[in-house]
């Protein structure tokens, strides 16, 4: 069970400096708050590519750690995030993931999944640092409820990874103590041992194991043990229809590993990324955003078909986390059409609080005109919420 570490306080009021109590967490997990105060002016005082660190350490497994907060973001290539980073021993083998207090429910006592999960890397002073650096969108932040009274607080979970040859005072073999059952089904998954059942998608064939599947997804169940066949032919092979290859494959790495590396959409660009970042990058960048936000929304979808509830709330928050102008109607028909209500919440708040320019190229989306025609009633809510702009 994870051990309390203490806590860092971010006082934005008075001179942005931070305090970290002296609370040492004496096993290999131990979790530490953040609390920021003040963060509007944080975000004011605090340029890309400045932090501010905790001025004392905290300690989990024995080593001693450092808090950077980058209100504006680390570097030009996250300007508009929240980036995060711990700083620890270079020698430590470590796993290190950040999340809002909210979300700690889901997250699992010993074992840190992929999501929110920090990347290891050295930066250009020698220091060993584990960060986002796309934590959270700082629009994301503050159409939440996470932010209160200017003020939110967020949890970082460490899991210190001792070598597998070491033992612990009690003899026990550490590695036994920690879980790699994710790590045992992805091996099962891509050495494809013992499997009974191929898919058809887009025209690539994915090799999978009934059982796995049938534990995994109520649909599955249905379609693999139950009286509902989809599009099996003679070979036996089942044909996925209305999906891309690419979704599928996230949507088996899920179900056997319990995580999704490839939905964090590199959050974590490294050291050497902070380099000036040229006109035609940018171009790219938004281009690969483009096509990453429609991965996503499909994933989205191929969640909620096989009814799982765990990656649909995952995709869920990416989206929210992730509304531009371009994107907010698609996304908002598809939390329409999928029955999310904090996703449709989430995207009509944002539409609520943009310029009448921006609503213009709302308005111009290829979305807006799927709204107005299939979903009218959703239509008329952001019309009210519209108007109760007017009135203010």
């Known amino acids: 069970m994870s051990s309390f570490s203490g806590v860092s306080i971010v006082d934005g009021y008075d001179r942005c400096y931070c305090k970290t109590s002296a609370v040492e967490a004496g096993t290999d997990s131990g979790y530490h708050l953040l609390m920021v105060n003040g963060y509007s002016r944080t975000k004011k005082e605090k340029p890309t590519g400045m932090s501010i660190t905790s001025s004392r350490v905290f300690v989990v497994g024995g080593h001693a750690w450092l808090l950077e907060y980058y209100p504006n973001g680390k570097n030009p290539n996250c300007a508009d995030f929240i980036s995060l980073c711990v700083q620890g021993d270079g020698k430590v083998n470590a796993r290190i993931s950040f999340s809002l207090v909210d979300q700690v429910e889901k997250q699992m006592p010993m074992y840190i999944r992929a999501t929110n999960r920090a990347c290891r890397f050295v930066d250009s002073h020698g220091n060993v640092l584990w960060g986002i650096n796309k934590f959270l969108k700082r629009d994301a932040l503050e159409r939440s409820a996470n932010l209160k009274g200017d003020s939110f607080t967020i949890r970082c979970d460490i899991m210190v990874c001792k070598d597998p040859s070491t033992e612990d005072p009690g003899g026990h073999d550490t590695k036994v103590l920690l879980s790699d059952m994710d790590r045992h089904f992805n091996i099962l998954l891509q050495t494809k041992v013992g499997a009974d059942v191929t898919f058809e998608v887009s ?50 790495r899920f179900i056997y590993t319990d995580s999704c590396p490839e939905i964090e959409k590199d959050f974590t660009e490294e050291a050497e990324e902070m380099s000036q970042v040229l006109e035609e990058g940018q171009e790219d960048e938004t281009i690969e955003d483009e096509m990453w936000l429609q991965w996503l929304q499909d994933l989205f979808v191929a969640a909620d078909r096989y009814d799982l509830q765990r990656l649909k709330c995952i995709c869920e928050m990416q989206l929210s986390d992730n509304i531009g102008v371009r994107s907010v109607m698609s996304t908002l028909a598809l939390a ?19 310029s009448s320019s921006c609503l213009q190229t709302v308005t111009a989306t290829d979305g807006w005109d799927h709204v107005v025609s299939t979903y009218p009633s959703v239509l008329k809510e952001l019309v009210v919420k519209l108007g109760s702009n007017q009135q203010k």
């Open 336 to 354: 329409e059409q999928h029955d999310c209500q904090g996703l449709k919440e989430a995207c009509l708040k944002f539409i609520q609080v943009q």
């Open 203 to 252: 025209g690539e064939t994915f090799s999978a194991h009934r059982c796995v599947l049938a534990a995994r997804s109520k649909v599955f169940m249905t379609q693999l043990f139950g009286p509902m066949k989809e599009g099996t032919t003679t070979s036996g092979v089942i044909h996925i229809k209305d999906m891309g290859a690419n979704v599928f494959r996230a949507l088996l």
